[in-house]
């Protein structure tokens, strides 16, 4: 059964840094593109970056290019989303999800097939 679980949210100021993590098993990173998304409130669920099983595509939306970078281990079956420069406007629930048969990268969300929980990002002075 493909699971995923995100971790590394939390509470940081505006300017401030965290590392998300989304732990995989049932699956292979080596062949399934792994997207993170994120949901603030009152708001739709948007696609912010995705990377393909060979990394030769790496999305990122143009809201948090040069402070958003996606990353991937392998060995551990983990996917990252090193998130920096945060502004108050990037909190939100972040979740990862992976794409069940097709390899490209996808910002829709109906292009996933699992999910995990989510883990919550709140920027605030």
């Known amino acids: 059964q493909l699971q995923l679980v995100e971790s590394g949210g939390g509470l940081v100021q505006p300017g401030g840094s965290l590392r998300l993590s989304c732990a995989t098993s049932?699956?292979?990173?080596?062949?399934?593109?792994v997207g993170w998304f994120r949901q603030a409130p009152g708001k739709e669920r948007e696609g912010v970056s995705c990377v393909t099983p060979s990394r030769s595509k790496i999305y990122s939306a143009d809201s948090v290019k040069g402070r958003f970078t996606i990353s991937r281990d392998t060995a551990n079956n983990t996917v990252y989303l090193h998130v920096s420069s945060l502004k108050l406007e990037d909190t939100a629930i972040y979740y990862c999800?992976?794409?069940?048969?097709?390899?490209?990268?996808?910002?829709?969300?109906?292009?996933?097939?699992?999910w995990g929980r989510g883990t919550q990002v709140t920027v605030s002075s």
């Open positions: 999800a992976v794409r069940g048969t097709a390899y490209s990268c996808s910002d829709s969300v109906a292009a996933y097939d699992y």
């Open positions: 049932g699956f292979s990173l080596n062949y399934h593109t």
